[in-house]
Nanobody
Framework: QVQLVESGGGLVQAGDSLRLSCAASARTDSRYAMGWFRQAPGKEREFVARITWGGRTHYANYVKGRFAISRDNAKNTVYLQMNSLKPEDTAVYYC?????????????????WGQGTQVTVSS
């Protein structure tokens, strides 16, 4: 298990940008994939983006071209740059660690989760 702490959420207007950060506690065997998920009120948690240790990325169709996931392995930190935000992007955003490197969109392949950070986009 690793401990994850997200930050960077807030209230913005449609079209604005935000950058979320996720700081992870260090592990000696720390070459694992990371993902971002989100959960809107009354909806299930859904996949947003994932990144391997080496930087290979994959996005959900509804954020492709607007969001960018990146990581700084030296800082044990993963980022989610969110541009051209829409009201439907409003949700609590969670980062998660895929310690077994399944590199999947599925929630149950992720071992550790942060507490989440609220992103609210007004129209």
């Amino acid at each position: 298990q690793v401990q994850l702490v997200e930050s960077g959420g807030g209230l913005v207007q449609a079209g604005d940008s935000l950058r979320l950060s996720c700081a992870a506690s260090a592990r000696t065997d720390s070459r694992y994939a990371m993902g971002w998920f989100r959960q809107a009120p009354g909806k299930e948690r859904e996949f947003v983006a994932r990144i391997t240790w080496g930087g290979r990325t994959h996005y959900a169709n509804y954020v492709k071209g607007r969001f960018a996931i990146s990581r700084d392995n030296a800082k044990n930190t993963v980022y989610l740059q969110m541009n051209s935000l829409k009201p439907e992007d409003t949700a609590v955003y969670y980062c998660a660690a895929d310690l077994s490197n399944y590199y999947s969109d599925l929630l149950n392949t992720y071992d550790s989760w942060g507490q989440g950070t609220q992103v609210t986009v007004s129209s």
